[in-house]
């Protein structure tokens, strides 16, 4: 038995600049792991950025720790190579869930198209419409919001996330709720822009009542979501604080997070995120399906994720003309009701374009186990 993993960072033009408080992307680089194996692929893609800017890891990273770190540890495996050996032969490993989460997630693929069993199955779940919102960039000044915030409601959408940075937050939110009305679910992400001492600030966002607002602060400042949560205003929504199933418990153990979002590529693939699921589902604490703008690999999966009864906050999944003009797989329209359903087929469903992969390809390492 041999199995290949082939490592692509791809370069993908995005509709419209992405801009948070962490910076500007015009184009996505995006890491997507394939993993074939007796004539089956499966496909996963990361949410690594090419530097260390929203997470520890990156993706020249994930990509020597895959190499460097991971495939060793499966030569020496018995058995055959399931995402289930996987974690095992990985939990050694500290840290690194980008990178444990992308071969896992892509063995899991393979695994399942293998065995004709759609992602949905898997997690025990059952195929239906998935609510979703849209994640509005921070643009150069309010006319332009404006103009973007009201495309999307009329491209669909029933739920607005509106980047905040200093400098950039009471005016913007102020603007589009006067301008949308108060039935509109908003919702703000700063991106750990804040520090505790900005609290007061914060609290005035309370007035426009607000889904939530996720991650004020840095990573690290659980104590500081926990007291933010503590006021009762807006609820308090973690983020890049949660990059494992221990985060998570620690940060509902303190208070510190009114809602998660899990971002599956974040924690270390979907078995991880499910399990989050599962803890957050029995301590009342709400989740929303997190993105970092995928491609049709990475949208389908979570797609697949958020059919879980804990997901009752829409996602940020959108519409596949909403991030590419073109994309490595079918494309994911809203229906009448806003929503966008996973693909039906075995795996994550999604037959990828080997020759729009290649047209986006500036990198690729093939490794043979
Ligand atoms: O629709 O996929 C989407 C974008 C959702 O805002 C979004 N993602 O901070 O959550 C985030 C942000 C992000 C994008 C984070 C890219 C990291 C990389």
Redesign the pocket.
């Known amino acids: 038995m041999s199995a290949t993993v082939t490592l692509r960072r791809l370069e993908m033009p995005l509709v419209r600049p992405?801009r948070?408080s962490k910076g500007e992307?015009t184009v996505r680089d995006v890491l997507v792991a394939s993993w074939t194996e007796d004539g089956v692929t499966g496909w996963a893609e990361s949410?690594a950025?090419p530097e260390p800017?929203?997470f520890p890891e990156y993706i020249d990273g994930v990509r020597l720790t895959i190499e460097k770190v991971l495939l060793p540890l499966l030569a020496s495996a018995s058995g055959p190579l399931t995402a289930g050996a996987l974690r095992r032969a990985f939990a050694q490993v500290p840290g690194n869930p980008l990178a444990r989460g992308l071969l896992e997630t892509a063995v899991l693929d393979a695994e399942l198209r293998r065995h004709q069993m759609p992602f949905v199955d898997f997690l025990c779940s059952a195929r239906r419409p998935i609510r979703v919102g849209?994640?509005v960039g921070i643009p150069g000044d309010l006319d332009t919001l404006l103009a973007w915030v009201a495309g999307y409601l009329e491209d669909g959408y029933r739920r607005v996330?509106l980047?905040i940075a200093p400098g950039w937050d009471l005016e913007p939110v102020r603007t589009v709720r006067e301008a949308f009305g108060d039935e509109l679910p908003l919702q703000v992400?700063a991106?750990q822009a804040y520090t505790p001492a900005d609290t007061p600030l914060l609290g005035k966002l309370d007035e426009f009542g607000l889904v939530l607002i996720?991650q004020p602060f840095a990573r690290h400042e659980l104590l500081g979501h926990a007291k933010l949560a503590a006021r009762h205003g807006t609820p308090v929504c973690l983020?890049e604080s949660v990059l494992s199933l221990d985060d998570a418990m620690t940060a509902i153990r303190l208070g510190a997070a009114d809602v998660i979002?899990i971002?599956p590529s974040r924690v270390g693939g979907y078995v991880t995120a499910r399990q989050i699921h599962d803890v957050c589902l029995a301590n009342g604490v709400p989740v929303f399906c997190?993105?970092?703008?995928?491609t049709a690999v990475g949208r389908a999966a979570n797609l697949a994720l958020a059919t879980l009864p804990g997901f009752t906050l829409p996602g940020?999944?959108?519409a596949t003309s909403?991030?590419y003009a073109a994309d490595i797989g079918p494309s994911f329209e809203l229906d009448a009701d806003g929503c966008l359903t996973a693909p039906s087929g075995p795996g994550i469903g999604v037959e990828v374009d080997l020759d729009t992969v290649d047209k986006f390809t500036v990198e690729s390492t093939t490794l043979t186990l």
């Open positions: 992405f948070t992307e949410a950025d800017t929203y849209v994640s996330k980047k992400d991106n996720e983020d979002n971002k997190g993105g970092t703008l995928e940020d999944i959108s909403r991030y």
